[in-house]
Structure formats: structure tokens, C-alpha cells
């Protein structure tokens, strides 16, 4: 098999010492949910991160409303243009070389990190985890055809082959999610066939099966519940890989054109050569961009322990 | 001469919402060249005892009271230096799991190297025939010096970690659940090792099981541990031939004896919860011999003659109890029969 | 060891090959006419044919298929169509820079990053450990393009310490190896691109490190280790050395990622390297270049993650060699 890494995660064992084998078996969904809620009140990080998320989608929202100017629109003033001002009263964090309000394109671009990140990232859940369980549960030929496409996967340089698969395409924000989901699937599926694999050996999965159980409802009732942690781990990793990416990709040219995101806004800046001085043009969306990515960061951090397979240790 | 004297020692572990009272209050004094058997199932609080005297506890373990008295010196009132010191020189350990305990990524032999190379000034070369020679002790192969940790077997690596605590000589050892992970003829070798390390030496040894089988091959004298207290102490022909509190019969009962074909007994029930004060007798609620003095009162340590004690109100009555200890009936109960108490309303004793 | 590593050439000539087809069918099915950029719009529509002609595009996908795959085994990466020279004597420069770069990012991010790492293990107080930890997070979360961008505001524009853009100075020329890289201005423009991936990606390894060695604290051998009575210095390395074997494994991964995403800092500092020649081809439907700048890059990944691999056997003890 192909080196099963991933680049946050450790996925094939390298963990040294022992197995703490404190496996919890996950009950039910809201089971895990509950646990979920715990661990993040008592981790001051997580707090933090947590909060940090809810302040940034609340801005996805509510923003766009609060937004003083319309994005798009050029501001006069008596003089002439507003091109590239600085911050002042009036316009809080300044104007760009079009004299549009920064601020408010801040606000409109929110919307479309957040939302899109979440898109992309449940549909990168989505696929990776049934690629998974399909690859996990029914092994074989399949698993084997499944691994080798993934393993192609792992080694493709990511922001290249986004930004060709939307140059290919029309560069529509779809587009470039789907772009993205074809290839950030890969860790998900991975992870989540070694948990099946170690699953199906539990004694709970083989006396249900014993009993008669279909595949379909051991799938759902024993296997799912206890692939969530993987499950939203990869998802949090899609979303600060989708939200990068949609940057990186817009910043490249390969963007969007209808739609005021933050990688638009800082490849109009380089594309004009404002970037050498234009602070206040620069500054705000980077900032969103990492703040956003951070607050999932501060949040999956306990999660690391969970993920970390030590539960699947030694296994190629 | 007490080598060791542990002086009403307690342990808690402390977590975000409560403390777990792993050791309440327990005494020993371990003297030179003795065999000091603690015994108890998992949870007792044996492990944390052994930890607390080690300085091994985690962050969360933290012994709340009591002395731990070596030569005079107070181990607890020590600094982290002048303990350290006195690690593996005189305190030395033989942890269970030995595939655990050793570091993966060195050789066995650099391992106990270390171990010497931490307290004495001798060339490395002196260290490692040092360490040639504990491990023929202990007959293993030369070659094994060499190895790595997943290269030996399971017992092989269970005497690397006999060899490594004998390596300066210590006058206490203390041994924790050192055959628990290995197989039934494993386990055969290994306490083979330690008896005639027990023979070769003049340490004392703190053995801590759940094995009583093993303990009394070993020890002189054993220490019977239930949820965090000590509820009896004996020599070993003592304990096993007329043992005084209903657990320890009880676990008596679960051992299998060689001779006669009895049927194995086991103690019903869980043992308490440690994170909430303990009412009475910790051991009432499985006791199939409690009263309601035994709900409300908590035993003391009740000492009768200088090497035996017991924690029970009844301890008079230990000679009937015995026998009824031998019905598996007495202990399915989950009510005690009042008739039990009134079999006896002649020898009650107030 | 041998026949394990036979096992992963094997495997990763095999993953080569699914790339290689997967590029093919991505590059030949792109919309855009890659004639475009060639002919003239005024000449008259036979003109282009003969273009295609001649570049064997009119041919089934099938036979540009097999003609592909014959000319990559012989070495033939085909012709450029914007630069009119065979892809193969342009794309051994571009190759070069981006492994520079690549290159000496990853040994000081690794570097400074598992000394900084055990440091930090070593110092472990909760406040300081939060926000350090808050603070490195921070910078990993940073785009980092836009990292290079406020960097290159800071130290090129407002301090004017380094070169804002380029790997030399327009008008040098340079035709030796020697004349090209060891060279002060080359290096001067190193700087500042070298720093953004370094500052970008260092909380990896450290972070990795940190936790790790923390959380080894609390492994069965370092109660050991502890009750051996061996000094502070040395129980830090055993943990350390038992950390290393982690960090080997995501060295490999982590260096594929970045090289992914390295097309970024080129594309800001205009640094001829394989990443925005990708993009730059891209744009110009200069399908042969892009393809090659493409493959050339995966095999670079592919190469690193059997480095890794036969690494970490080496490095982890338990590992039998089956």
C-alpha cells in the first residue's frame, strides 16, 4: 500500500510506547455530541476557537446587512473617486484602486468563506466517508481499486490541480468547491476505512452480525456513530483546506468573477501592484482568512489524541 | 530494622469535578530482607501506593497526608534532587508490562547501563560488565544485552527489568504486578527469578499482586488492601491457613487449590466508589456477614499481637466465619440472612 | 530492506503511471484552443489546421495517448507551444528553483523547528505553553501568500532590507551553474521567500514535537526512565528520540503538501519555478509544458514519500523487515 500519511494526522502508526487502549465505544450520535460539547468547555483553546467560529458566521450572516456600501460600487466624493484611501470616518478600513469600500466588501466576502468552506467541507466528508466505509466494510477488490486511487491522490500538488480543474472548467464558485472536494477527500477516506477495519473486529460489530444484522443497519448503528470522531475531524480540516484553497485559487486569477471573496480582494490588490502600500487593503482580508482557519484549528486540537490511530498501530 | 515505614499514607487523584480517594490512611513498615506481600483486587489502590512511594503519581495524583519514613528521613519532605538521588540506589522498581516500561527505541542493555551510569562514577565498560553479570543472574543470554525491547520475549524482558533493579544493590524494591501480562508458564519463570533473587539478596521487597498464588510462594508476610484501606496483615502461613476478614477469605475461596477439588468461589458485587465518602465497613455491602454495626461504624485497624491486624468488628467470630466462608451460597446473597447473626446469639460478644 | 524498497519503487511507478494518465486526460480535454496563442486570427482557418497537424492534435485522444507515454519513456516531454523549444531543456532550470527553495525551507523548518520544538517541550508552563501555542497556530493558519505579500510590504518596501520580487537582477547574465546560484544577489532574493515557507510551516514540526514528547511524559517507560533517577536532560531525550519517529513520518507528507502549495510564494515573488510555470501554462493553454511542470512535480512528491518510508523503517526498531 502506498504511505498511508496525512499531514496533520499520523494515520499509519508511529506512535512509540504502548497502546493506551482507552477506546471509548461511541453509543449514538447524540452520545457523541454530548461528549463533544464537554470537551470543549473545558479546554480554554477549544473555547476560544469555538467562540471565534461563532463570531465569523455570525458575520456570514448578519454581516452582508450591516455592510455600509455596496461592495461593488465606486465612492465619490466631492473631489472625484475615493481611489485608494486609507481608513478615515467614513470608510473604516478605506477604499480600494477602484474606490470601493473595503469594509464592506470585507462583510459581502465572509459569506462566501464561510458558506463555501462548510459546502465543501461536508461534501468532502460526505464522499471520503462512504469511499471509507464502502472500502472498509466490503474490503476486497474494491478496497484494493478505492486505495490505489487514493493513493494517486495523496501525491497530486493540491493548489495546481485546483486551479487547473477550474481553469478547465468555468470559474464558478462551484466549481472551484467541487474542484476541491475532488481531491481533499483523500485523508477522510483513509482514516476512516482504517477505523472501519479495526471496528469490524470488535465484539459488538461481530455479535450483531451474528445475530443477523444487515449490512446497511450495522453500518449505520454501530460503525457510523463511532466514525464520527474521524468524521469531523476531517471535517474541520476540509474547511481550513477549502477556505485556503478558494484564497489561493482566487488569488491566482482563477476566481470567481460575480463574487467579492477575500483571495478576489487581495489578487486585485497584487494584480494593480497595491500591495506595497496599500496596508489597509491588505491587512483586513488575510487576517479574516487566518482568523477563520485558526478558530477551526484551536477547535480540532483536542482531537488530534482521538484521531491519532493509536488504536491502529503498526498496520500498513 | 524498618527499612521503609509508610505512616498513614492517603492518595488522592484529583479531576475537574471531584477527587478519587485511591489510598485512605495506610500504614506498613517493610523491614531488611523481608518479603512484604500487598495484596488486594484492581482498584485496591495497591499501584497508587507503590506509585506515591516512588514519586511516580501523575499530575493529578497527590498524597494529601502522611509520612513515608526511610532511615529516619521523611522521602516526602525531600526535594526533587536529593530524591533523585536516592532513586534506583536505594528505591528500585520492577513495573508489570514490560514491554511498556522499557524505552522501544534503545538497546535493553544501554538501558540498564543508564541505570548504573545515573548514580556511579564508573566507566561505561564497568557499567556493562555489571550489567553482563546481573543478566547471567538472572540467566539470561549474553546476547540479549543487545536487544531491543520488542526483540525479547515477554519473560525475557520481565528479568531485563529484574536485572536493571538489582543493578546498584538497593535495599528496597518494589515489585508491582510484575506477571500480570505474561502466560501461565511465563509467569512460572519469572517468579522462579524473583525467589531466587529474594534468595541472593538481602533487599526488602515490597510485592504488590492480586496473585495470591504467586504471594505466597514469595512473601514472608502479606498486607490485604480493599478500597484504598489495609483490612488485614499477617505472616503468610497466617493469612492463608486462618485468615480474619470475610474479603480475605473471600479471596482465599477464588484461588485454586491444588489439593481437593473445590469449587471456585467468587465475591459478588463491585467494590465501592472511591469518590464519595465511605459509610461504615467498605466491604458491608459484599460482606455476607454484615450487621448494621457494620453499615454505620467504621472498622478500625483492630491489632491482635504485633504482626496481625484486622479491620473488621467481628474478627472474633473469623473461626465461624471461615467455615461459612466455604459455602458458594453464603456469598450469593445479596441480603444477609438474618439468621446468620442469630446462629451465633451465644458467642456474641458486644 | 532490500525487497521492501523494490516493493515501494514498484508501487510508486505504478502511482506514477495513474498520474500520468490522469494529467493526460485532464491536459487534452481542456476547452481553449491551444492554437490559439500560435496562429495568427487573421490568417485563414487551413493555417491553424496545419498547426494542429503538426503538432499531432488532430489525432484520437487514444493514439496522443500511446505517442505520449512512448516519447515520456524515451524522454521526450514534448515541445513547449508558447516557448517553441522541447519542454525538456526549459524545464530542468525551473525544476531547480523550485527545489532550492523547496529545499532549503524544509531543512530549516525542520531544523529550527525540532530544536524549538524540544524547547518548548522543556519549558512547560501552562500560560506561556496556551499562548505560544495560540500564536504558532496563528501563523500556520496565515495564507501563505498572503504571508509573502505582507512580508515583502514589511521588509522590501517599508525596511527596503531585501529584493521584493525575481531570483536575480534583470540584466545579469549568467550562464555557468556556479554563475547562476552561488551568487550573493541570487541569494539575497533567496531570503525573503526561503523565510515565508520556513515562518509558514514551522509550527508543524514544533507543535508535532511538543505534543508528542508531552504526551510520551506519560508513557509506561518514562515512569521508568523517571525512577532510574537519570537527569532532566536525559529523561527530555528519551522522550525526544521516541518523538523523532512521527516526525519522520509527516517530514515526507509534509514536504509533498508543500511543494503543492509553494506554486503561491513563486507566483508572489515572480520565482521561476515549476509551480508557476504550472500556472503561467495554464493560462497560456501551453498544454505540454503544463503537463511536464505538472508530472515532474507529483514524481518530486512520489520520490519524497519513499524517502520517507524507507526512513522510517530505518529509524523505528519495531518494524520488522517483512
Redesign the interface.
Known amino acids: 500500500m502506498g504511505s498511508q500519511l496525512s499531514e496533520s494526522g499520523i494515520v499509519r502508526s508511529s506512535k512509540p510506547g504502548g497502546v493506551r487502549s482507552s477506546v471509548v465505544r461511541i453509543r449514538s450520535t447524540k452520545d457523541f455530541i454530548s461528549r463533544e460539547i464537554k470537551r470543549i468547555r473545558q479546554d480554554p483553546l477549544a473555547l476560544s476557537g469555538a467562540i471565534m467560529l461563532l463570531i465569523l458566521v455570525l458575520l456570514a450572516i448578519f454581516g452582508p446587512f450591516f455592510a455600509p456600501y455596496d461592495p461593488w460600487e465606486p465612492q465619490y466624493s466631492e473631489t472625484g473617486a475615493l481611489r485608494l484611501t486609507p481608513p478615515s470616518a467614513q470608510h473604516w478600513l478605506g477604499t480600494d484602486s477602484n474606490a470601493r469600500d473595503i469594509l464592506s466588501q470585507l462583510l459581502y466576502g465572509s459569506r462566501i468563506a464561510v458558506g463555501m468552506s462548510i459546502l465543501a467541507a461536508s461534501m468532502i466528508v460526505f464522499i471520503g466517508t462512504l469511499i471509507g466505509l464502502t472500502s472498509g466494510y466490503f474490503g476486497g477488490a474494491i478496497d484494493a481499486i478505492l486505495m490505489r486511487i487514493t493513493d494517486a491522490a495523496f501525491v497530486i500538488p493540491s493548489i495546481p490541480f485546483v486551479a487547473v480543474l477550474v481553469a478547465l472548467t468555468r470559474p464558478s464558485l462551484f466549481n472551484i468547491v467541487f474542484a476541491i472536494t475532488f481531491l481533499y477527500w483523500r485523508s477522510s477516506a483513509r482514516v476512516v476505512r482504517g477505523q472501519v477495519l479495526s471496528l469490524k473486529e470488535r465484539p459488538f460489530v461481530k455479535a450483531s452480525r451474528a445475530s443477523g444484522a444487515s449490512s446497511f443497519y450495522i453500518i449505520r448503528k454501530h460503525i457510523l456513530p463511532n466514525v464520527l470522531p474521524f468524521v469531523t475531524f476531517y471535517a474541520a480540516i476540509g474547511v481550513q483546506g477549502a477556505v485556503i484553497a478558494e484564497a489561493s485559487v482566487s488569488f491566482l486569477g482563477f476566481g470567481d468573477p460575480g463574487l467579492m471573496s477575500w483571495g478576489k480582494m487581495l489578487q486585485y490588490a497584487f494584480a494593480i501592484g497595491a500591495t506595497r502600500v496599500a496596508w489597509w487593503w491588505v491587512i483586513p482580508p488575510g487576517t479574516m482568512i487566518s482568523l477563520l482557519v485558526l478558530s477551526v484549528y484551536l477547535l480540532r486540537r483536542g482531537y488530534e489524541e482521538v484521531v491519532n490511530p493509536r488504536l491502529i498501530r503498526g498496520q500498513r | 530494622m524498618s527499612i521503609l515505614s509508610v505512616d498513614s499514607i492517603s492518595v488522592e487523584y484529583q479531576t475537574?469535578s471531584d477527587a478519587v480517594r485511591a489510598v485512605q490512611g495506610v500504614s506498613l513498615n517493610l523491614k531488611e530482607a523481608q518479603i512484604l506481600g500487598l495484596a488486594g483486587e484492581s482498584g485496591c489502590g495497591k499501584s497508587t501506593l507503590a506509585k506515591a512511594i516512588?514519586r511516580?503519581l501523575?499530575e493529578t495524583g497527590i498524597v494529601v497526608s502522611g509520612k513515608i519514613n526511610f532511615k529516619g528521613k521523611d522521602l516526602l519532605r525531600l526535594s526533587t534532587s536529593e530524591f533523585?538521588?536516592?532513586?534506583?540506589?536505594i528505591?528500585?522498581?520492577i513495573?508489570q508490562?514490560a514491554?511498556?516500561?522499557?524505552?522501544?527505541?534503545?538497546r535493553v542493555g544501554d538501558q540498564v547501563v543508564?541505570?548504573i551510569l545515573?548514580?556511579e562514577r564508573v566507566s561505561r565498560n564497568a557499567a556493562l560488565d555489571r550489567a553482563r553479570q546481573l543478566f547471567s543472574n538472572v540467566h539470561l543470554d549474553e546476547r540479549s544485552l543487545r536487544a531491543?525491547p520488542?526483540q525479547l520475549s515477554g519473560g525475557m524482558r520481565q528479568r531485563v527489568?529484574i536485572a536493571?533493579a538489582m543493578a546498584l544493590d538497593p535495599p528496597i524494591v518494589i515489585i508491582d504486578e510484575p506477571t500480570t501480562a505474561l502466560d501461565v508458564v511465563t509467569q512460572a519463570q519469572v517468579l522462579s527469578e524473583l525467589i531466587s533473587m529474594r534468595n541472593r539478596t538481602s533487599s526488602g521487597m515490597l510485592y504488590i499482586s492480586h496473585d495470591l498464588g504467586a504471594i505466597r510462594q514469595l512473601c514472608n508476610d502479606v498486607a490485604v488492601m480493599y478500597a484504598g484501606l489495609i483490612i488485614e496483615t499477617g505472616n503468610v502461613g497466617d493469612i492463608y491457613g486462618e485468615p480474619l476478614h470475610p474479603y480475605t477469605m473471600g479471596l482465599l475461596n477464588s484461588v485454586p487449590k491444588s489439593r481437593g477439588a473445590k469449587r471456585l468461589v467468587s465475591i459478588p458485587g463491585a467494590p465501592p466508589n472511591l469518590r464519595s465518602e465511605i459509610q461504615g465497613c467498605a466491604f458491608h455491602p459484599r460482606c455476607p456477614f454484615r450487621d448494621t454495626r457494620c453499615v454505620k461504624e467504621t472498622p478500625k485497624l483492630y491489632e491482635i499481637s504485633q504482626t496481625r491486624s484486622v479491620a473488621c468488628h467481628y474478627h472474633h467470630k473469623a473461626k465461624n466465619f471461615r467455615i461459612l466462608a466455604e459455602d458458594p451460597n453464603i456469598w450469593q446473597m445479596p441480603e444477609p440472612r438474618e439468621a446468620v447473626m442469630s446462629d451465633f446469639k451465644e458467642d456474641i460478644v458486644p | 530492506m532490500t525487497r521492501f524498497i523494490l516493493k515501494r519503487i514498484l508501487q510508486g511507478i505504478l502511482t506514477a503511471w495513474v498520474i500520468v494518465t490522469i494529467l493526460f486526460i485532464v491536459f487534452r480535454t481542456m476547452p481553449g484552443d491551444p492554437t490559439y496563442f500560435l496562429v495568427d486570427p487573421e490568417l485563414p482557418e487551413e493555417s491553424r489546421e496545419l498547426v494542429r497537424e503538426r503538432l499531432g492534435l488532430n489525432k484520437p485522444l487514444a493514439t496522443q495517448y500511446f505517442i505520449y507515454l512512448s516519447g515520456l519513456a524515451k524522454g521526450d516531454l514534448g515541445e513547449s507551444l508558447w516557448y517553441s523549444v522541447p519542454v525538456s531543456t526549459i524545464i530542468g532550470e525551473k525544476f531547480f528553483n523550485t527545489l532550492i527553495l523547496a529545499l532549503l525551507a524544509f531543512v530549516l523548518q525542520y531544523s529550527l523547528g525540532i530544536i524549538g520544538g524540544i524547547v518548548w517541550a522543556a519549558t512547560r508552563r501552562s500560560r506561556f505553553e496556551s499562548v505560544s501555542t495560540i500564536f504558532a497556530l496563528g501563523v500556520r493558519s496565515m495564507p501563505q501568500f498572503w504571508l509573502g505579500i505582507v512580508m515583502v510590504m514589511i521588509f522590501g518596501v517599508a525596511l527596503k532590507l531585501f529584493p521584493t520580487s525575481g531570483i536575480r537582477e534583470s540584466g545579469y547574465v549568467a550562464n555557468t551553474l556556479a554563475e547562476k546560484y552561488l551568487d550573493l544577489d541570487f541569494l539575497h532574493h533567496l531570503i525573503l521567500p526561503v523565510a515565508v515557507l520556513t515562518l509558514s510551516r514551522i509550527a508543524i514540526p514544533m507543535l508535532l514535537l511538543k505534543d508528542t514528547i508531552l504526551e510520551l511524559y506519560g508513557e509506561d517507560f518514562m515512569d521508568l526512565i523517571k525512577a532510574k533517577g537519570v537527569s532532566r536532560v536525559k529523561e527530555l531525550w528519551h522522550a525526544a528520540r521516541n518523538a523523532f519517529i512521527p516526525i519522520v513520518t509527516t517530514a515526507a507528507i509534509s514536504l509533498g503538501t508543500a511543494l503543492g502549495g509553494q506554486v503561491m510564494v513563486e507566483v508572489v515573488f515572480s520565482w521561476p519555478g515549476l509551480g508557476r510555470e504550472i500556472i503561467a501554462s495554464v493560462s497560456r493553454r501551453d498544454y505540454s509544458m503544463a503537463q511536464s511542470s505538472f508530472l515532474l512535480l507529483s514524481l518530486t512528491v512520489i520520490g519524497f514519500n519513499l524517502l520517507a518510508d524507507i526512513a522510517y523503517r530505518y529509524l523505528d526498531p519495531r518494524i520488522s523487515e517483512t
Request: hydrophobic share 45%.
Open positions: 475537574l516512588l511516580l501523575p533523585r538521588e536516592l532513586r534506583w540506589q528505591l528500585a522498581y513495573p508490562n514491554l511498556n516500561s522499557l524505552d522501544p527505541v534503545y543508564e541505570a545515573a548514580h531491543y520488542h527489568l536493571m
